[in-house]
């Protein structure tokens, strides 16, 4: 089992950033990817950046130049710099891992933390 624990989010102008932060424990020894989803009302969820053990990150298009993903392999953190924050960037944002099983992929989520944008 793999524990996810945000912090971070809240409300926020037009324009403003925000950090979010997710601490990784329990059976962390053979996560790979971490990464951060978002859910807005009324929306699906869906992926905002994730990143490798290695370095390797990826963003959905609407994000790139605004957010920024790191890691700390030795802490078993996963960050998100949020910059130029707009009004459909507010959502409920999850910290992600998964674990490949002999079953499938097994994902993990955080509690979800709110972020608002609105002036």
């Known amino acids: 089992q793999v524990q996810l624990v945000e912090s971070g989010g809240g409300l926020v102008q037009p324009g403003g950033s925000l950090r979010l932060s997710c601490a990784a424990s329990g059976s962390t020894f053979s996560i790979d990817v971490m990464g951060w989803y978002r859910q807005g009302s009324g929306k699906e969820r869906e992926l905002v950046a994730d990143?490798?053990?290695?370095?390797?990150?990826k963003y959905t298009d609407s994000v790139k130049g605004r957010f920024t993903i790191s890691r700390d392999n030795a802490k078993n953190t996963v960050n998100l710099q949020m910059s130029n924050l707009k009004p459909e960037d507010t959502a409920v944002y999850y910290c992600n891992t998964f674990k490949n099983t002999w079953s499938g992929r097994r994902d993990y989520w955080g509690q979800g933390t709110q972020v608002t944008v609105s002036s």
């Open positions: 990143i490798t053990r290695y370095g390797t990150a």
